[in-house]
C-alpha cells in the first residue's frame, strides 16, 4: 500500500514539500496552526513569491478543476495522526531575539503534538534546521513504536520546486533500533529522485543535522571572502571581478558564491552561522567556529559601505537628496525581504535624512511592512525619476535588461552604484551614466 505523507508547517518549506511529495505521486496532508493559512493553501495558492510552486500546487490540491486530488490542508491534528505514514516537520527555526541562538520552540510545540496523535508504526522526519543535539532529545519526546529520522532541506529561494523535486543530494540521519526501518521509508518517499541519480547519505543524528549549518557555513564564507578581497581591492586599485574570475577557473575553488557586492541576507545564512556559533559554545569548541564572527562582520560591514558610496556620490551628505534604490528583496526569484541587505541600505539612508524610493519586482508589498516610511515606486523608471543616485542592490534580471538611456532622461543625476557587480558598466557609461561597482576601479 502506497506510503501516506503529512507536512506539519505549511510556510516556504513545509508548501513546497507538500507540493512536490504530491508531484511525486503520494497523497499528502499538510497542517498548519494558521486557519488563514490552510485556507489559502486549499485554494491553490501560496502567501510567498516562489516561482512554479502555485502552479505545483493548482495540479494538485484537492478540489480544484483538473487537479490529482492528492493535496490537502488541515488544522486537525488528529486527522494528521489518523492519516501519515510518515511527517514531515517543516516548521520555523527564528533566530532568538537578541541572543544568536536559535529558537526551537515551534519545533517542540509541533513534536509534541505529533506525540499525542501519531500511529504506532510512522516515522516522524525532521527537516528543519536545528542545533546538533536537538534530533536526539526529541526522538525521546515520541512514543513507543514511532521512530525518527532527520533529514535536512537544502532549498534555495527561487529554485525551490527544483531543489525539491531533483534535488543534489537526500541526507537522511537515523539511530536506534529503528534506523533500518527509517531509512528503508524514506528511499522508498525518495524513490523517484534517487532513481535519477540524486545521492542518497546515510549517517547518524549529529551529522545529518550539521551537515546543513556546515553546507551554509561553507557558502556564507565563500560569499564574505571575495567581499573581503572587494576590500582590498577598492584600497589597492584592483578588480574584483577578474579576480574572482581569475581564482574561480581553480577547480578547487570554482567560480560560483564568487561575485563580491553588498552581501547575503535571507532567513538562513545569516541566522544559521549565528546559531552555529552558538552551539558551538555550549558543547565548549567556541573556537572552532570563531572566524564565523568575522565572516559575519565582513558580510554586514558591506552593507554600511554601500552606504558610504552612496553618501559620497551624493555630495557628503543625504539631507534633501533622492536616492533610488533597484531592489527589496535579499536575492532575485523572491519576495523574501528577511535579512535583506537592499532594504537595510535604504533603511540607513532613509534614517541619514535621504528621500529614499524603492522599486522591486515581487518584494514590495513585504518591505512596506518592514519599512512602512520609505517611498515606493509601482516601476523602476518611476523610482528613478529625479534621483540623485540609483543604486542596484538586487539582482533581478529585470534590473540587468534595463534601457539606461531611458532612465538617464529622467534622473536628477545619472549616477549609478551597483551593488552587486552585475549591470553592463559599458553600457550603462555609453548612455551618460558615472558607473561605479564594489570593489572595482573607477573608470
Known amino acids: ?19 512536490a511529495m504530491a508531484e511525486m505521486g503520494f497523497e ?19 502567501p510567498m513569491y516562489e ?5 505545483l500546487l493548482a495540479k494538485h490540491v484537492a478540489g480544484l478543476e483538473g487537479s490529482t486530488g492528492r493535496l490537502r490542508f488541515t488544522t486537525s491534528w488528529e486527522e494528521v495522526g489518523a492519516f501519515g505514514d510518515v511527517h514531515f516537520v517543516c516548521v520555523n527555526t527564528p533566530q532568538k531575539h537578541g541572543e544568536y541562538g536559535c529558537d526551537m520552540s515551534y519545533v517542540d510545540a509541533a513534536f509534541a503534538s505529533l506525540a499525542a496523535v501519531a500511529r504506532e508504526g510512522s516515522l516522524v522526519v525532521g527537516k528543519s534546521t536545528v542545533p546538533v543535539g536537538s534530533a536526539e532529545r526529541l526522538a525521546a519526546t515520541l512514543p513507543a513504536g514511532v521512530d525518527l529520522a532527520w533529514n535536512p532541506e537544502f532549498l534555495r529561494e527561487g529554485f525551490a520546486v527544483q531543489d525539491t523535486l531533483h534535488p543534489d543530494r537526500i541526507v537522511v540521519g537515523v539511530s536506534g533500533d529503528g534506523a533500518g526501518r527509517a531509512e528503508k521509508l524514506l528511499r522508498e518517499v525518495y524513490a523517484v529522485p534517487v532513481g535519477e541519480g540524486s545521492p542518497f547519505v546515510v549517517g547518524d543524528f549529529p551529522t545529518a543535522e550539521l551537515v546543513k549549518t556546515a553546507a551554509n557555513s561553507f557558502l556564507a564564507t ?46 538562513c545564512l545569516p541566522k544559521d552561522i549565528r546559531a552555529f556559533m552558538a552551539r558551538a559554545g ?20 558591506r552593507r554600511g559601505q554601500m552606504v ?32 535583506s541587505p537592499a532594504l537595510n541600505v535604504a533603511g540607513q539612508i532613509h534614517l541619514q535624512g535621504g528621500q529614499v524610493t524603492v522599486y522591486d519586482p515581487k518584494g514590495m508589498d513585504n518591505a512596506r511592512k518592514v ?32 534601457d539606461p538611456a531611458e532612465l538617464a532622461a529622467v534622473a536628477s543625476s ?27 576601479p573607477r573608470a
Request: hydrophobic share 45%; with cysteine.
Open 414 to 440: 545619472p549616477v549609478v552604484l551597483d551593488g552587486r557587480n552585475a549591470l553592463d558598466g559599458e553600457r550603462w557609461r555609453a548612455a551618460g551614466w558615472t558607473y561605479r561597482a564594489m570593489g572595482r
Open 282 to 301: 555550549e558543547l565548549g569548541v567556541d573556537q572552532a567556529l570563531t572566524f564565523l564572527r568575522e565572516i559575519d562582520s565582513i558580510n554586514m560591514r
Open 371 to 402: 519599512f512602512p516610511t520609505l517611498a515606493y515606486a509601482d516601476s523602476a523608471l518611476e523610482a528613478v525619476r529625479g534621483a540623485d543616485v540609483v543604486l542596484h542592490l538586487t539582482e533581478w534580471r529585470e534590473f540587468r535588461e534595463l
Open 222 to 267: 565563500k560569499i564574505s571572502f571575495i567581499n573581503a578581497m572587494a576590500e582590498i581591492c577598492e584600497a589597492a586599485g584592483g578588480d574584483v571581478v577578474k579576480l574572482a574570475e581569475a581564482i574561480g577557473h581553480d577547480e578547487r575553488i570554482g567560480n560560483k558564491f564568487l561575485r563580491a557586492g553588498v552581501g547575503f541576507g535571507g532567513g
Open 308 to 339: 558610504e558610496m552612496a553618501r559620497e556620490a551624493v555630495g557628503g551628505s543625504f539631507l534633501g537628496r533622492r536616492v533610488a534604490v533597484l531592489g527589496a528583496a535579499f536575492k532575485p526569484d523572491s519576495d523574501d525581504v528577511r535579512d
Open 1 to 19: 500500500m502506497a506510503l501516506k505523507i503529512t507536512v506539519i508547517g505549511t510556510g516556504y518549506l513545509g508548501a513546497t514539500h507538500a507540493a
Open 51 to 55: 516561482p512554479g510552486l502555485e502552479e
Open 28 to 46: 499528502v496532508l499538510g497542517l498548519d496552526v494558521v486557519p488563514e493559512k490552510v485556507e489559502l493553501l486549499a485554494s491553490g495558492r501560496v
